[in-house]
């Protein structure tokens, strides 16, 4: 490693050389040919034992240097604390930035959900759409939640007769639907068809749990619920997945 010093650097090295050999003529500065030759020699010995191991704190580029503190760029450095280039840093783990996952970019449009996302966070959508369905309602409340596929979900909580369910066809076709409903002492396992505007109806109290396959032309829902009734609420919850095409 090749270090320029100033005028002043050469100074305090010839101060620090007189220091240390103690003569009075080192500090006057008067030499004699073979006293130059010692000094030089002395200078380099002293550079070399006091300065050559130490590290790089403000250097522009420190190649080797077991701590670069603030060098703009650090080739092979151990530790480059504000290195505005660490090309081979150890705390990256030797990886290049290929290696690592970006932020994710943009989204999928409603009715479809995130497929996959690659290295640089772009997103692949899937016309396969995942739904919530959680309703809460009290007695004599009627709640209604559209999902995907041409399908309603119509809770109603009702007090002197039978709460239920609905399923609704909000399209302009017939569809189909199977299902399996499950209460206790009794299970059902059958499918109907049903027309626009038409509903399939199930009732809540004082439990229910159903697995529903719901056919358009478009794709294919699977709506599962469960439906639990209290004297004073109506509990419906479950998920629509629905596979377009």
Same mark, same amino acid.
């Given at each position: 490693?090749?270090?320029?010093?100033?005028?002043? =650097?050469?100074?305090? @090295?010839?101060?620090?050389?007189? !220091?240390?050999?103690?003569? *009075? %003529?080192?500090? $006057?500065?008067?030499? #004699?040919?073979?006293?130059?030759?010692?000094?030089?020699?002395?200078?380099?010995?002293?550079?070399?034992?006091?300065? =050559?191991?130490?590290? @790089?704190?403000?250097?522009?580029? !420190?190649?080797?240097?077991? *701590? %670069?503190?603030? $060098?703009?760029?650090? #080739?092979?450095?151990?530790?480059?604390?504000?290195?505005?280039?660490?090309?081979?840093?150890?705390?990256?783990?030797?990886?290049?930035?290929?290696?690592?996952?970006?932020?994710?970019?943009?989204?999928?449009?409603?009715?479809?959900?995130?497929?996959?996302?690659?290295?640089?966070?772009?997103?692949?959508?899937?016309?396969?759409?995942?739904?919530?369905?959680?309703?809460?309602?009290?007695?004599?409340?009627?709640?209604?939640?559209?999902?995907?596929?041409?399908?309603?979900?119509?809770?109603?909580?009702?007090?002197?007769?039978?709460?239920?369910?609905?399923?609704?066809?909000?399209?302009?076709?017939?569809?189909?639907?199977?299902?399996?409903?499950?209460?206790?002492?009794?299970?059902?396992?059958?499918?109907?068809?049903?027309?626009?505007?038409?509903?399939?109806?199930?009732?809540?109290?004082?439990?229910?749990?159903?697995?529903?396959?719901?056919?358009?032309?478009?794709?294919?829902?699977?709506?599962?619920?469960?439906?639990?009734?209290?004297?004073?609420?109506?509990?419906?919850?479950?998920?629509?997945?629905?596979?377009?095409?």
């Amino acid at each position: 490693m090749k270090l320029r010093f100033s005028p002043a =650097g050469v100074i305090a @090295v010839i101060a620090l050389v007189a !220091a240390l050999g103690g003569g *009075t %003529a080192y500090a $006057a500065g008067i030499f #004699t040919p073979e006293e130059e030759v010692e000094i030089r020699k002395l200078s380099t010995e002293v550079f070399d034992g006091l300065i =050559g191991d130490a590290s @790089v704190k403000r250097a522009a580029t !420190a190649a080797s240097a077991d *701590t %670069a503190a603030r $060098a703009n760029t650090a #080739t092979t450095a151990l530790a480059a604390t504000r290195a505005t280039t660490a090309s081979n840093s150890e705390q990256l783990g030797g990886l290049g930035a290929g290696a690592y996952q970006r932020a994710i970019q943009g989204g999928c449009a409603a009715g479809t959900s995130v497929a996959s996302i690659n290295p640089q966070g772009q997103v692949t959508c899937s016309a396969q759409a995942v739904q919530g369905i959680r309703v809460f309602a009290f007695q004599q409340e009627r709640k209604t939640v559209p999902l995907a596929n041409g399908l309603t979900v119509v809770v109603s909580c009702a007090d002197n007769v039978p709460s239920q369910v609905e399923l609704v066809n909000t399209t302009a076709e017939n569809i189909n639907v199977n299902y399996f409903a499950l209460r206790t002492g009794s299970t059902r396992v059958s499918g109907e068809t049903l027309a626009p505007g038409q509903r399939h109806i199930e009732l809540v109290a004082p439990r229910l749990e159903g697995q529903f396959i719901w056919m358009t032309s478009a794709g294919v829902t699977t709506l599962s619920l469960h439906t639990f009734e209290r004297s004073n609420f109506c509990e419906v919850t479950g998920t629509a997945v629905t596979a377009f095409g």
